[in-house]
């Protein structure tokens, strides 16, 4: 199972040391739009500061980003 990173950006990279198995790209931007949420709900004032989740793959290639700003 590949294995994908989910890094916290904004003016600075908080990097996901660890990294996470999941099956493929698409699982992967699944968990990327879930850990954006539970930050919405757990620290509402990244809403709008143009915070995002930056998932890549295990070559570090950019899968997709996730805007906080875009998640109800």
């Known amino acids: 199972m590949p ?3 989910f890094d ?3 003016s600075k990279t908080v990097a996901d ?3 996470t198995d999941v099956s ?3 699982q992967a931007m699944d968990v990327a739009e879930g850990i954006a949420r539970r930050l ?3 620290r509402p004032e990244l809403k709008n500061r ?3 989740i930056l998932v890549s793959n ?3 290639e950019e899968v997709c980003r996730v805007q906080l700003d ?3």
């Open 3 to 5: 294995r994908y990173h």
């Open 8 to 10: 916290l950006i904004d």
């Open 17 to 19: 040391e660890g990294g």
């Open 24 to 26: 493929d790209d698409i």
């Open 40 to 42: 919405i709900q757990e």
């Open 50 to 52: 143009h915070v995002a």
């Open 58 to 60: 295990e070559d570090g």
């Open 70 to 72: 875009t998640i109800h």
